[in-house]
């Protein structure tokens, strides 16, 4: 299976998926597009010898129907079995959700339900609670609401800040969403949970 990874920052989670992506894994990557010029992750992806994009949101204002048009025609190039958004910090319509319908995969840092959107480690903080954690889920219209395929969890110290959690929490990311992808990419959607 050809898998594009979609990325805006960094690109840890990117790193963790192509690095995974070898031997018997059923899959491979096949470009890493990012929406941010000069994204960390591009001169990553780049080291590893995967092909890389850049489809800037910026020149297109408000217009996001134009940008996801760019976006689908330069991820379709490159002819993807499966979509892995991976700190992709754009919102998309059900235009360019339903065009991947059923093989797009994204990570959030919270346990799903739970706190969807932002700031999710201080958020887990304020309301007190004694786990925190990570989630893969297909990606569907409705926002961090997909059917969850994966999640990892950490215990919250007292003494946490959303820093220190964040720090705890991403290399549960790097272990959760390889081992989902490579589910994923035999048809297998059955929920796992990492500890
Ligand atoms: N969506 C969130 O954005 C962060 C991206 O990190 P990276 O993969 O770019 O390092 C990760 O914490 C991910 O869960």
């Known amino acids: 299976k050809r898998v594009a990874i979609l990325i805006s920052g960094s690109g840890s989670n990117m790193v963790a998926l192509a690095e995974s992506m070898v031997g018997y894994h059923p899959a491979r990557p096949c470009l890493v597009l990012s929406n941010v010029p000069g994204a960390g992750g591009l001169a990553k992806a780049e080291a590893m010898g995967i092909d890389t994009a850049v489809v800037d949101h910026r020149p297109f204002g408000k217009d996001r129907e134009a940008f996801e048009a760019a ?9 993807p079995d499966i979509i892995c958004l991976a700190g992709f910090m754009r919102i998309l319509t059900p235009v360019f959700i339903t065009h991947y319908a059923g093989r ?3 990570i959030h840092p919270s346990l799903l339900p739970k706190y969807k959107g932002l700031n999710t480690h201080a958020r887990a903080i304020a309301a007190g609670d004694e786990e925190a954690g990570c989630s893969v ?7 961090d609401g997909g059917p969850v395929l994966g999640q990892a969890r950490v215990s919250i110290a007292p003494d946490d800040t959303a820093e220190t959690l964040a720090k705890r929490v991403l290399p549960m990311e790097h272990r959760l969403y390889p ?3 490579a589910r994923f990419a035999t048809g297998d959607r059955t929920p796992i949970s990492l500890r």
């Open 71 to 79: 976006l689908i025609e330069r991820i379709d190039r490159a002819a």
């Open 104 to 106: 797009m995969l994204n």
């Open 179 to 181: 081992e989902v992808l």
């Open 137 to 143: 889920h297909e990606v569907t219209a409705e926002l």
